[in-house]
T-cell receptor
């Protein structure tokens, strides 16, 4: 079965600093990969997704992620963090043969210092 | 375009009761998935429906069930509630199984 690991439970960055959130997955074939953001008490909002093609994916709110097959990683990056980016971030994976059933990581909580 | 709607948003039940949660997908979406989110277990997949048929089911006991109607609206039911069923239940809809999922705001269930 596929699995997702987000090694960092909590990350704190200063406003304006760069950000990288790590995500590693376990799956035998090329998976579908996603990053979501969740603000307190809210549902999930899709930031970006990777299905195939270009391994560098651009998303909303200035986020990007790079799929590295050799490292089984799909890290999320943002060059300059804004205070409004403080939230919980989830990486998710789906089997390409079983789309619609996502497996989520445990999430990384981002705190932004002024 | 209206997003995914979940009702009710908040619910308090007692152990042993049953509960039904509703999800109205985005217009034109035919696939609905349900997830349970708890602090201890994180986000876990419950089941997925497409065109009124259950395509996938997660590892939850039979107390958890769902269905989808011809208008793509979906309901999930939990019978004989346990304290551990307290969670945020999220519904997501998509045009189809390999399309992007859009999540609703969730129903927060508290079991006392």
């Amino acid at each position: 079965a596929q699995s997702v690991t987000q090694p960092d439970i909590h990350i704190t960055v200063s406003e304006g600093a760069s950000l990288e959130l790590r995500c590693n997955y376990s799956y035998g074939a090329t998976p579908y990969l996603f990053w979501y953001v969740q603000s307190p008490g809210q549902g999930l909002q899709l930031l970006l997704k990777y299905f195939s093609g270009d391994t560098l994916v651009q998303g909303i709110k200035g986020f990007e992620a790079e799929f590295k097959r050799s490292q089984s990683s799909f890290n999320l990056r943002k060059p300059s963090v804004h205070w409004s980016d403080a939230a919980e971030y989830f990486c998710a994976v789906e089997k390409s043969t079983n789309a619609g059933k996502s497996t989520f990581g445990d999430g990384t909580t981002l705190t932004v210092k002024p | 375009k209206a997003g995914v709607t979940q009702t009710p948003r908040y619910l308090i039940k007692t152990r042993g009761q049953q509960v039904t949660l509703s999800c109205s997908p985005i217009s034109g979406h035919r696939s609905v998935s349900w997830y349970q989110q708890t602090p201890g277990q994180g986000l876990q997949f419950l089941f997925e429906y497409f065109s009124e048929t259950q395509r996938n089911k997660g590892n939850f006991p039979g107390r958890f069930s769902g269905r989808q109607f011809s208008n793509s609206r979906s309901e999930m039911n939990v019978s004989t509630l346990e304290l551990g069923d307290s969670a945020l239940y999220l519904c997501a809809s998509s045009k189809g199984p390999q399309e992007t999922q859009y999540f609703g705001p969730g129903t927060r269930l508290l079991v006392l």
